[in-house]
């Protein structure tokens, strides 16, 4: 056997009512002034000025920043440092979804790595270059998708190209994640089902992916099983236990993706950059199709899968029957023209889903004619 290597995240505060620790955790790590970065919903919401008074109550000098897209560009990490600087924060505290998090911990990159931001690109080396300290970090999830609270990377794309980037390092990492269920309790049902998809998803790419890492693989059934048993739930009739059961399942996907993700998620990032499609929603309608294109020469995974999510015959068709019946119960569409996606659409689709970083870990190769076909059969 090889030897590989094994890493795995941080400190995470999980229950409800969890965030009222930040003031006291502030305090005693001396930070005075916070930098919170979360998006335009996020900073309308009651919670998030709940927190913001407690901050202001307690003598902090709080900046908030939401000037971000739904699908983060180059150009909300460089505004979000501009006003780092401009208040001389001493720390960043990232609340929200992927978006919010991932500018978060890209203005926490750049705030001591002044190049331009795509030097650091992982895809091209650019981590070698992340060398300089990073201010305080501190994440506080309010959906149950990307699990970007526990990552050490951000996904930003390009403002002209549209093509995504990540940034990735160790330093990246949050000191702390005040993971509280009860922040995501009033989610609108379709981001509790496209995000809750998009964990599921992330749970099983990473098992399929063909990078070696038996923890994450542990991880990511866990995730699948948590996920498949409050999901439902979660978007129709929420109470505490799907929604902690929710946001725990995201957290095991994004611990396991660590090993890697694959075609569904090459087919997704697409449709966010072209057409500005919801993250979630595009893993959503793809992730049927994807396993589909996977099942062959993985029959016993998706066996495996099939166990976690609780579906009754242990096939890899059956899983598939599965995500799309899944789909349905939460009112996901099943197909690409579903969600605005047209013929004219395809072959700049599959150009950009070749070119994506995520399908060299699935589990097979996969062509520009491969994409080209997947996104013809879910059209």
């Known amino acids: 056997m090889s030897v590989a290597q094994f890493n795995f995240p941080t400190t995470i505060r999980f229950g409800a009512g969890v965030v009222c620790e930040l003031p006291d955790y502030l305090s005693k790590n001396h930070l005075k002034k916070p930098f919170l970065s979360t998006d335009p919903t996020i900073a309308s919401l009651d919670f998030f000025k709940t927190i913001v ?3 202001s109550s307690k003598g902090f000098d709080t900046t908030i920043f939401h000037d971000i897209h739904k699908n983060p560009v180059k150009s909300d990490v460089y505004k979000g440092t501009d006003a780092y600087d401009a208040a001389g924060c ?3 505290i990232g ?6 998090i991932d500018v978060a911990r890209a203005i926490l990159l750049r705030i001591n790595h002044r190049e331009d931001l795509f030097k650091y690109d992982d895809l091209i080396g650019g981590d070698i270059y992340v060398t300089n300290d990073v201010p305080h970090f501190i994440t506080i999830p309010t959906t149950s998708g990307t699990g970007s609270e526990v990552g050490r990377s951000a996904i930003i794309a390009d403002d002209e190209t549209h093509q995504k980037k990540i940034l990735f390092s160790p330093k990246l990492l949050a000191k702390i994640v005040f993971a509280d269920p009860l922040l995501t309790l009033n989610l609108p049902p379709f981001i509790t089902a496209a995000t809750g998809m998009d964990a599921l998803t992330h749970n099983m790419e990473a098992f399929l992916a063909k990078n070696f890492h038996p923890l994450c693989d542990g991880i990511a059934l866990e995730g699948m099983r948590l996920i498949a048993g409050a999901i439902e739930t979660a978007v129709k009739n929420p109470d505490l236990e799907s929604r902690s059961n929710m946001l725990l ?3 095991m996907g994004a611990i396991a993706f660590q090993k890697g993700l694959g075609v569904v998620h090459s087919m997704a990032h697409p449709l966010s950059s072209l057409l500005d499609t919801h993250h979630g929603l595009a893993n959503a309608v793809n992730l049927p199709y994807g396993m589909q294109f996977n099942i062959a020469g993985f029959e016993e995974k998706f066996v495996r899968m099939a166990k976690a999510l609780g579906v009754t015959n242990e096939s890899g068709e059956a899983v598939v029957a599965y ?4 789909n349905d119960r939460l009112n996901i569409p099943k197909t690409l023209s579903g969600i ?12 950009l889903a ?5 399908h060299p870990n699935n589990p097979k190769p996969v062509s ?3 994409f080209k076909l997947l996104y013809q059969n879910a059209l």
């Open 90 to 92: 001493d720390c960043i």
């Open 323 to 326: 995500l799309f019946d899944l």
């Open 354 to 358: 070749f070119a994506d970083f995520a």
């Open 53 to 55: 008074a407690d901050l």
């Open 249 to 251: 399942g995201s957290m």
């Open 368 to 370: 520009r004619a491969d």
């Open 340 to 351: 605005g996606v047209k013929q004219e659409h395809i072959e700049t689709l599959a150009d």
């Open 95 to 100: 609340i929200g979804g992927g978006a919010a």
